[in-house]
């Protein structure tokens, strides 16, 4: 399946929202990608931006159901930021979405690919909404 704007924007929240030695929580990510793009990924936008991530080792889902950013996008988003005081994070995304377009990896991993469970949207999304400052 070819990769598109959607799964650029949610790669970005994954990359911009983990932290060392844990991954990304999926309530950070939604709450990156709601800060970066004024909108709350879909479980379906989710679901299949990470099994087309997982099947070409983009990422990797950690025992504790964090995601874990493939290294080769690490190093290639680096080098995009490097000597950069400010960016555009619609910029970034525009870019990744180039990066995944153009991205052949060496292999496809369709054995290991898990599905993101419906309770763990649910619960990522409602700890989200809690955490999040109301206007007033």
Do not use: C
Request: proline letters at 4%.
């Amino acid at each position: 399946m070819p990769y598109n704007i959607i799964d650029a924007w949610i790669l970005n929240s994954i990359a911009f929202s983990e932290k060392e030695n844990i991954g990304a929580e999926l309530s950070d990510v939604i709450a990156y990608g709601d800060y970066s793009n004024h909108s709350i990924m879909t479980l379906s936008e989710l679901r299949k931006t990470i099994e087309k991530l997982q099947a070409d080792k983009l990422i990797t889902i950690l025992d504790n159901d964090n995601f874990l950013v493939a290294k080769s996008y690490k190093t290639w988003l680096a080098k995009k930021l490097e000597n950069k005081k400010r960016f555009s994070i619609f910029k970034i995304v525009e870019d990744t979405e180039k990066f995944l377009k153009s991205f052949h990896p060496d292999e496809a991993n369709a054995n290991s690919i898990k599905t993101l469970p419906e309770t763990n949207y649910i619960t990522a999304l409602e700890k989200y909404i809690k955490k999040k400052p109301t206007p007033f």
